[in-house]
Structure formats: structure tokens, C-alpha cells
């Protein structure tokens, strides 16, 4: 007992033992509510009311050491450790706080901060934030064995247990980067030819979600889910599987599933982790089912192209994400059919989550501010929807009124996440310890009125060309000029930083302007309870809540 109590032993191991200890009992507590959900009015705030007493077994044994030392130890040393004890305390404590105050947290960070890099805590990971353009430049030179992309992402999703067991590299590149000229060059030059379906399926998704319903009251998030879930099946894997009713079903459970298990895997300690993992991510067979009928279709496209390269097929090729991660990935590593069913899966992800909350916050924005209703009603129904149907550019008004909502009302107060593969130090001295990530204050950053003016005030057409703005809306235009919502700059980093930014920019703005353009020709809409709380935070996502409700009145015609 006396050596287990010594100085030394608090100096050396009492950080490293009060970590495994926090870090178990909070796994527990988070794992438990989460299988116990359906009994519980709300599992969240149960977790954490189980986290503070099963905490105070470390804290017991800390006390318990301090009170046998007391005698051989001196004030001044137990006063050192009450201090280093109350140090790592707090902060675990706020690990914990910003899974459920994430975006508040960050927010006062960066304006205690003024421009300097801050650290706030997570339960698996620090964050250390930046927003200087000399850091951001520090990310994009940092060599791929030292900031990844990839990194942050495979911790985010934990591919390990929620993909069949399929983990990609840390470094990017290392497998290729053929998904980013698939995304980013192929499919947006194939939306020219795809437009109308797009434009078709938006429409018949929105009246079979309506007619399942039963009446005009639906739930925003869900609404915008379901329709993006069949938009993305159409464009990631044509008719062949789009028009498959029990793939759809699977592929719309899967991502529910994956989001879940990689939350709880996520703050569970890796002997934990291995145990339990397997059955988070695996006590559905819906893995195997989207998978087995993603594999397959790859499988009959390979052979295809074998027997094309032959001369025995002369027809063209499929044209869809499917064939374009076929036709990208890379040669020399000889991917076969699980491999690259597995970057599908993995693109597919990425795809519905993000962009079904970014369509809801805009509508949410069109309830609120009822008086663009009007000017954007007048742009959808004039020949300017006829242009962007032909380029998909176009619509202007609109295009900015998606931008100021994505601005005030972003679905994640981070971006441009970089995980350490080892300890990184900018050339400032600011460090980032090995698993630890960079990223940037994005939310914070949005709504800074040094970058964007009267920042907490919405102003739907901020963005727009001064020669298109209507006379009956009052404009703020921002100072640097018009730009456009998938456009790139130096203080709106939703898209990403350092280089590596979002492929899919593009086909989230066409499928944005095609969603808001049909309920503009088709329905007035409402909250159908205005005081209802919209959002709700964990981590640094800010996720619209799947109670709100809105009510969809079908237009009335002019002499009708």
C-alpha cells in the first residue's frame, strides 16, 4: 500500500489510471442507456446521471490514497496533487459536456481565443482549433503521415465494426484518390444528363412520403431523408437497385445503424471496443443484405468490362457511381468486387446525413421568413429554373437563400477535421498530439461579424447579385461581392480546408435547388407548431429534431 501511495506513483500513474477508470465507467454508463433506450424517457441525460456515480469509484480511490499518504507526505505535495486532481477532473468533466454543449462550447472558445489556436475536449480525442490562414496553409503542406483526413474519418464512422469488418488506411492517397475525380469531375458532368430524373424522383419520393403519411403534417428531417435516400440511390446506383424496394429499406436502415453504432463505439476504451463492438455493429443482418446486393451488381460490372476489353460486349458502359469507382479505382492495386463495393458504401455514407439536414434547415428558413416566399417563388417558375435544368447553374436567389440558411445555421460547428498520426507542432509551437485533431471553428467563424456582416441576422439574399436583389426584400450584401453556395473562399470553410474539400458540392447544390423548387411550385408551408425547439447538438453536429413538423397546404390555383 505504501508503494501504490508514494508521490512518485501519483506523478507517474495516477493520470493514466483515472483515465481508464473515467473513460470505463462512462462506457458503461453511455452503452447501458443506449440498449436500454425504449425504457427510459431520455438516455442521454440518464447516461450522464449513471456516469456520476459509477465516476466516483476513481475519485474513492484517489481519496483513499491521499488519506494514507498524509502522514508521510508533505503540504505542499498533497496540495499539488488536490491541484493536479482537480485539473484533470475538470476536464474530463468538459470531455464529457461537449458531447451534449459541443457547438456552445466551441463557440466561446473561439471568441475567448481572439485568433489564437484553442483546445476543447472530447471523451476519445482532444480538439485543438484554428483559424489563422498561416495554420490552415501549415494543414494543406502537412505531409499525409502527419494530418489525414482519412484518420478523423475512419474514427468518425469505425468502419472496422460498421462495415463488415472493411478499416481503410490512415493516409490519404495511399489507396488511391479515384473517388475524388468520381465525385468531383464524373458525376457532376453526368447531372446534365440526369436532371430531369432528379427532378422526377424528387417529386414522386415527396408525394409517396406524403400519401404513406396519410395527411400533409410531416416531419421535416424525415421528409428530406427518405427523398435524398432515393435521389442518392437513382445517382449512386441507377435503376438497377433504385428501383429495388428491399434494397432502399436496407440501405435507409443502414445509415441509421452506422450513425448510432459509431457513436457509442466511438468513447469506448479499445478492450471494450473489441469486445462489444462486433455486436453493436452487427446485431441486424442489414450489413450483409446491402452489401451482398451492392457486391453483386459490381461483381456482373467487372465481368462486363472483362468481356469488353475482350471485343465480346460492344455496348456502353453503365453510367453511374457504381461504374465510375469501377473504372477509377486504382490499377495497381487490383481491387476486386468487396473492395470496391466497400469504397461505395463508404462514399454513400457521407452522402444523406449532411445534405437531408442542410435541405431541412432551409425550409425551416422559408417558415420563418415568409417574405422571400415570394421573390423565390417568382425565380422557380420563370424561365431562369429552364436554364438551370439545361446547366445546372442558375437560380440565384434561391442559390444565395441555401447559402445564408447553411451560414446561420450550420449542421456542424467544425470542419476541416485532421487527425495526428503523430504528434504535429505548427510552426508557432502549437501542439497536436498523436490521435488528437486540427480542425477549424467553423460555426463560430459564420457567425463573426468580422467576416460576415450583422452575422446573427438571416439575410436570405446576402450572397445574390446586386442586379438581381428584389425591391421587396431589405438586402445586407456582403462586402467581398456575390458568390455562390458551392463556391469556395477564405472564411466559409463548410466545404473543407487545406486542399482536400468536398467532391460533392456540386450535386448537393442541384439536389438542394431541385428539393426547394418543387415545394415552392407545390405547396405553402408552415411549422405546424411554431415553439417547438427545432435543434439539437451532440458533439459538433447541430441536427434539426425529428419532432418538428410541418404542415404542407397544397397551392391554390389563380381562378380556381
Known amino acids: 500500500m505504501r508503494i501504490f501511495c508514494t508521490y512518485k506513483y501519483h506523478q507517474r500513474y495516477l493520470p493514466s489510471y483515472l483515465t481508464r477508470s473515467f473513460t470505463l465507467s462512462s462506457t458503461v454508463s453511455v452503452y447501458v442507456c443506449f440498449l436500454f433506450a425504449e425504457t427510459t424517457s431520455h438516455p442521454l441525460l ?121 478499416n481503410w488506411l490512415d493516409e490519404r492517397g495511399a489507396e488511391g484518390i479515384g473517388y475524388v475525380r468520381a465525385v468531383g469531375t464524373l458525376f457532376p458532368r453526368q447531372l446534365l444528363n440526369i436532371m430531369p430524373d432528379m427532378h422526377r424522383i424528387v417529386r414522386e419520393s415527396f408525394d409517396a412520403f406524403m400519401s404513406q403519411r396519410g395527411n400533409s403534417n410531416l416531419p421535416a428531417y424525415e421528409l428530406n431523408k427518405r427523398i435524398l435516400c432515393k435521389l442518392n440511390g437513382f445517382c449512386f446506383f441507377g435503376d438497377e437497385l433504385a428501383q429495388n424496394a428491399l434494397f432502399m429499406t436496407k440501405i435507409f436502415e443502414y445509415n441509421e445503424l452506422v450513425i448510432t453504432a459509431a457513436e457509442i463505439l466511438r468513447i469506448m476504451p479499445e478492450p471494450v471496443k473489441r469486445i462489444i463492438g462486433p455486436y453493436v455493429g452487427r446485431h441486424t443482418s442489414v450489413q450483409d443484405k446491402v452489401f451482398n446486393l451492392i457486391n453483386d451488381v459490381v461483381s456482373r460490372r467487372l465481368e462486363r468490362r472483362r468481356l469488353a476489353e475482350t471485343g465480346a460486349i460492344t455496348s456502353p458502359s453503365p453510367n453511374d457511381m457504381i461504374q465510375w469507382i469501377i473504372d477509377t479505382a486504382p490499377a495497381k492495386l487490383n481491387w476486386d468486387s468487396r473492395r470496391i463495393t466497400y469504397e461505395i458504401i463508404a462514399i454513400w455514407f457521407g452522402s444523406v446525413h449532411a445534405l437531408s439536414a442542410t435541405v431541412t434547415y432551409v425550409l425551416f428558413d422559408l417558415c420563418i421568413h415568409p417574405e422571400y416566399v415570394e421573390p423565390l417563388r417568382k425565380e422557380v417558375e420563370s424561365s431562369e429554373f429552364d436554364i438551370f435544368m439545361r446547366t445546372t447553374r442558375g437560380l440565384p436567389l434561391l442559390d444565395s437563400f441555401i447559402k445564408e440558411s447553411s451560414r446561420l445555421s450550420p449542421i456542424e460547428a467544425m470542419s476541416g477535421r485532421r487527425q495526428a498520426l503523430k504528434d504535429f507542432a505548427f510552426s508557432d509551437g502549437t501542439q497536436v498530439k498523436k490521435g488528437d485533431w486540427a480542425c477549424v471553428p467553423a460555426m463560430a467563424i459564420l457567425h463573426d461579424d468580422k467576416y460576415f456582416p450583422r452575422a446573427r441576422s438571416f439575410n436570405g439574399f446576402r450572397f445574390a447579385p446586386l442586379d438581381r436583389l428584389p425591391k421587396t426584400v431589405e438586402t445586407l450584401s456582403q462586402p467581398e461581392g456575390p458568390s455562390r453556395y458551392s463556391d469556395l473562399s477564405e472564411n466559409y470553410h463548410s466545404w473543407g480546408i487545406g486542399g482536400i474539400v468536398c467532391p460533392g458540392r456540386f450535386y448537393a447544390a442541384v439536389s438542394t435547388k431541385l428539393i426547394m423548387a418543387h415545394i415552392l411550385k407545390s405547396f405553402d408551408c408552415s411549422f405546424l407548431h411554431p415553439t417547438t425547439k427545432k435543434a439539437r447538438s451532440w458533439r459538433s453536429y447541430i441536427l434539426p429534431r425529428d419532432d418538428v413538423l410541418l404542415q404542407f397546404s397544397p397551392r391554390k390555383q389563380e381562378g380556381v
Request: charged share 15%; net charge positive.
Open 46 to 166: 440518464g447516461a450522464i446521471m449513471l456516469l456520476q456515480i459509477l465516476s466516483a469509484v476513481p475519485l474513492a480511490a484517489l481519496v483513499l490514497m491521499i488519506y494514507v499518504e498524509q502522514k508521510s507526505s508533505t503540504p505542499a505535495g498533497l496540495l499539488q496533487i488536490c491541484g493536479r486532481l482537480a485539473q484533470y477532473m475538470r476536464k474530463r468533466l468538459n470531455a464529457w459536456r461537449y458531447l451534449f454543449q459541443g457547438p456552445t462550447m466551441i463557440t466561446a472558445a473561439y471568441r475567448k481565443a481572439a485568433g489564437k489556436a484553442f483546445q476543447i475536449p472530447g471523451p476519445d480525442h482532444d480538439h485543438i482549433f484554428i483559424t489563422s490562414a498561416e495554420h490552415i496553409a501549415e494543414v494543406r503542406k502537412a505531409g499525409r503521415d502527419e494530418l489525414s483526413l482519412f484518420g478523423a474519418t475512419k474514427q468518425m464512422f469505425q468502419p472496422a465494426y460498421t462495415m463488415l469488418g472493411h
